[in-house]
């Protein structure tokens, strides 16, 4: 009598009280799984969305675009030199440059401040994308860590292995 009322509850791979208790709380461990491929999936596309191949035009912009920060440090180291080698000279351009009115000054820093915003945005959106591309790849790295470790704990003793290995314990204890 017990039997079919345990088989009606638990058999044909059934949990009736498990199936009864998810209709009013959620089952946690489904509701994680179904988080982690929805993860996955957002972060593949993500990553996709920035992997379109650059053509020629994208690649001579990118050179152009990392001109500026060399050629304003090179300028400036050029600007010392040339007032230690000929002050009078440098004097000269100096003065040059003290003529130049305030409003084209703050022009130039707003020309300067949205060349480098934009540039530091964009590589910051860059960044994003590597460290999504980072986690999708760590979870695969994670896995297979995960399996060579459970493969080399499922090796079989080696006899001959653990009987040098005590030798050799007890040599270094003696010796």
Do not use: H
């Not at 009864?20 to 593949?44: M, Y």
């Not at 304003?72 to 000279?89: E, F, Q």
């Not at 704990?153 to 030798?167: I, M, V």
């Amino acid at each position: 009598m017990i039997m079919p009322l345990v088989s009606s509850f638990f058999g044909n791979n059934r949990n009736v009280l498990r199936e009864t208790i998810e209709v009013f709380q959620e089952n946690a461990e489904a509701s994680a799984v179904r988080d982690n491929s929805l993860t996955q999936a957002a972060l593949a596309q993500f990553a996709k969305e920035f992997q379109s191949p650059k053509g020629r035009f994208e690649r001579v912009m990118d050179g152009l675009n990392r001109l500026p920060r060399p050629m304003l440090a090179l300028g400036t180291l050029g600007l010392m030199v040339s007032a230690m080698v000929d002050p009078l000279w440098f004097a000269a351009r100096m003065q040059g440059i003290a003529l130049v009115p305030e409003p084209l000054w703050w022009l130039l820093g707003i020309v300067v401040s949205f060349y480098f915003g934009g540039r530091a945005q964009m590589k910051s959106q860059e960044f994003q994308s590597s460290m999504a591309n980072t986690y999708v790849n760590a979870q695969q790295v994670v896995s297979r860590i995960n399996n060579l470790t459970r493969t080399e704990k499922a090796k079989p003793d080696n006899p001959a292995l653990a009987q040098w290995q005590t030798r050799k314990a007890a040599a270094a204890r003696r010796g």
